[in-house]
């Protein structure tokens, strides 16, 4: 008898009236988990559609979704084998929220932070670079609905997602926009990423915002850059719950 993988010697867990989104899902959580490791064969597919209860149609077709999100090798003649993570299109939103999602020591959000970071410290530049009075005034106003929302944490919060996303609208360039935008809109929908909120967060988020649009007023680029940039970065770390490390001492 031929031996499958531990990950299928359970039912399936989810069930979808679209049923190839969820096999992709449920393989896609496998894989990024490690409960399919890199390297593994999957089983063929008569076995995959008994486990998962799904014709072979849907079996074959999950198949392709999950190589075009690149976690995949499908050779003929050997079959379906789960890609090195290297591969991965980990801004794919399915692959992005499935490493998120099941990432308890918060090391995805740690990479996305910092990528995000780099990536709209960029854009903050290039802003104070090529700003017009008109676009400046943008900034300001989106500085100073924060101020008026301060002390309402739900409007504040927004108020902060319209700045960050007027800063890359301005910065012109579409391909560090979308990346960035895939990053930050996924983050926010995990509560992990918003984290343990400090005395004083909203007054140092908006102080930090301050000296962002302070620099792109000079015209500062490089100010501007590490400006955003360390704030990105640096809330996150203010946030961030430590998960707490196994006990070492038994």
Do not use: C
Not at 17 to 40: C, D, F, K, N, Q
Not at 42 to 55: A, K, R
Request: charged share 25%; glycine share 6%; aromatic share 4%.
């Amino acid at each position: 008898m031929t031996a499958y993988p531990d990950a299928f010697s359970m039912p399936p867990r989810r069930r979808a009236e679209r049923l190839s989104v969820a096999v992709v899902t449920e393989l896609v959580e496998l894989i990024v988990t490690g409960e399919l490791a890199e390297g593994t064969l999957l089983p063929p597919e008569g076995p995959l559609s008994e486990h998962f209860g799904v014709s072979r149609t849907v079996i074959r077709e999950s198949a392709k979704r999950l190589e075009e999100k690149g976690l995949v090798i499908i050779s003929q003649g050997r079959g379906t084998q789960v890609a090195q993570s290297g591969s991965w299109n980990m801004l794919d939103p399915v692959v992005l929220s499935a490493l998120i999602d099941n990432d308890e020591s918060l090391g995805v959000l740690d990479e996305l932070t910092v990528v995000r970071g780099n990536l709209e410290g960029a854009m903050a530049g290039v802003v104070a670079a090529r700003r017009t009075a008109e676009e400046l005034t943008r900034i300001e106003h989106a500085l100073q609905v924060m101020r008026e929302m301060l002390h309402e944490s739900d409007s504040f919060r927004q108020a902060d997602v319209v700045f960050h996303l007027t800063v890359m609208e301005l910065s012109r360039n579409r391909l560090a926009e979308n990346i960035t935008k895939r990053l930050y809109r996924r983050a926010l929908e995990s509560n992990r990423y918003h984290g343990m909120l400090y005395e004083g967060a909203f007054d140092s988020t908006l102080d930090q915002h301050a000296v962002v649009v302070d620099a792109i007023a000079r015209q500062d680029v490089l100010a501007a850059e590490r400006a955003m940039r360390e704030h990105i970065i640096g809330s996150w770390q203010q946030r961030r719950f430590e998960p707490p490390r196994p006990d070492t001492d038994g």
